[in-house]
């Protein structure tokens, strides 16, 4: 069973960089479809960075341009790298897998069925 451990979750201010860390175990990468995904407070969880096949990428639009995805095969570790942070980032932070076999779009949480534990981000003004 594959298992997903996030970290790097931190408290920092407008405009700082964070790099988030997912650590996956008994986990063969060409088998599934990676995402992040965030949840603020109050509000429902959302996609905002998934990386399938071949190592395209996709984002959503409140995160292009300042948030990239990225995995290191060697390490099993996924990543995503947070930058040009903003008040509205702040929420807690999940990684999760899906078989690559989904024809679902890449974003929606409900598509994946593997999920870590969270790490939270918190962004001050």
């Known amino acids: 069973q594959v298992q997903l451990v996030e970290s790097g979750g931190s408290s920092v201010q407008t405009g700082g960089s964070l790099r988030l860390s997912c650590a996956a175990s008994r986990f063969t990468y060409s088998n599934y479809y990676l995402g992040w995904f965030r949840q603020p407070p109050g509000k429902e969880r959302e996609g905002i960075a998934a990386i399938g096949r071949f190592g395209i990428t996709g984002y959503d639009d409140s995160v292009k341009g300042r948030f990239t995805i990225l995995e290191d095969n060697a390490k099993n570790t996924l990543y995503l790298q947070m930058n040009s942070l903003k008040p509205e980032d702040t929420a807690m932070y999940y990684c999760?897998?899906?078989?690559?076999?989904?024809?679902?779009?890449?974003?929606?949480?409900?598509?994946?069925?593997?999920w870590g534990q969270g790490t939270q981000v918190t962004v001050s003004s």
């Open positions: 999760a897998a899906r078989p690559i076999s989904s024809n679902s779009p890449p974003l929606v949480p409900s598509s994946y069925n593997t």
